[in-house]
Nanobody, 125 residues
Framework: EVQLVESGGGSVQAGESLRLSCRIS????????ITWLRQAPGNKCEWVAM??????FYGGSVEGRFTIAQDNTKNTVYLQMSTLIPDDTAVYYC????????????????????WGQGTQVTVSS
């Protein structure tokens, strides 16, 4: 089955940047569509960004600051995060193969078939 492995989280100051990686394995055909989500303590699972069929989409809270890119030679999708703010503090997940639209409160959840293990991003002011 498809496997997603994340890396790149860490602790930074407000205004700094981080790049998260989601390496994908055990898939056939082109790189699958990848969605990035996050969950901060006490908050619901938040949809952050998605790359699908060559198009990228971003949530309102990150648009203009976050960018998705992919490297087909490395089977990796990246989330470049710039101008980070404390509200970006969360555990970030990459996910693939959305099968439901339940808008569940927690992530990981059953809406996507495959999830990365999550990576912590902490932004201090």
């Amino acid at each position: 089955e498809v496997q997603l492995v994340e890396s790149g989280g860490g602790s930074v100051q407000a205004g700094e940047s981080l790049r998260l990686s989601c390496r994908i394995s055990n898939f056939t055909g082109p790189l699958p569509d990848i969605t990035w989500l996050r969950q901060a303590p006490g908050n619901k699972c938040e949809w952050v960004a998605m790359k699908s069929n060559g198009h990228t989409f971003y949530g309102g809270s990150v648009e203009g600051r976050f960018t998705i890119a992919q490297d087909n030679t490395k089977n990796t999708v990246y989330l470049q995060m710039s101008t980070l703010i404390p509200d970006d503090t969360a555990v970030y997940y990459c996910a693939s193969d959305r099968v439901k639209f339940n808008y569940e409160n927690s992530c990981p959840n059953s809406e996507w078939s495959y999830w990365g293990q999550g990576t912590q991003v902490t932004v201090s002011s």
